[in-house]
């Protein structure tokens, strides 16, 4: 099973980054994006189930939309808005899980399956 991320890299306040996870190897339902601020424990921001049904943490409630392509097992996380403290190490996830649409659900399933992470810097 690989998940591979792509898109991260260097913004300023204010600016925009499209995040991109391309999966293959096994069936994913669930999907998501986690992020790590360094120092601190990993957090889910956005979570998507095979029904299309999405999640959202507070701080990015708004600003960032999760979408997926299930013909090419591909996420995609559309951060906008970006602030400094969205600064982080951001990690696709996946699962074979399929029946969660709540956010505390997503985190409490698990997801089995996680990328290697793609680094988001959001300078001010």
């Known amino acids: 099973v690989l998940l591979e991320e792509s898109g991260g890299g260097l913004v300023q306040a204010g600016g925009s980054l499209r995040l991109s996870c391309a999966g293959s190897g096994s069936i994913f339902n669930s999907m998501g994006w986690y992020r790590q601020v360094s120092g601190k424990e990993r957090e889910l921001i956005a979570a998507i189930n095979g029904r299309g049904r999405a999640v959202y943490e507070d701080s990015v409630l708004g600003r960032f939309s999760i979408s997926r392509d299930n013909v090419k097992d591909t996420l995609f996380l559309q951060m906008n808005s970006l602030k400094p403290e969205d600064t982080a190490m951001y990690y696709c996830?996946?699962?074979?899980?399929?029946?969660?649409?709540?956010?505390?659900?997503?985190?409490?399933?698990?997801?089995?399956?996680w990328g290697k992470g793609t680094l988001v810097t959001v300078s001010l």
């Open positions: 996830v996946a699962s074979s899980v399929d029946y969660c649409s709540s956010y505390a659900c997503f985190v409490d399933s698990g997801m089995e399956y």
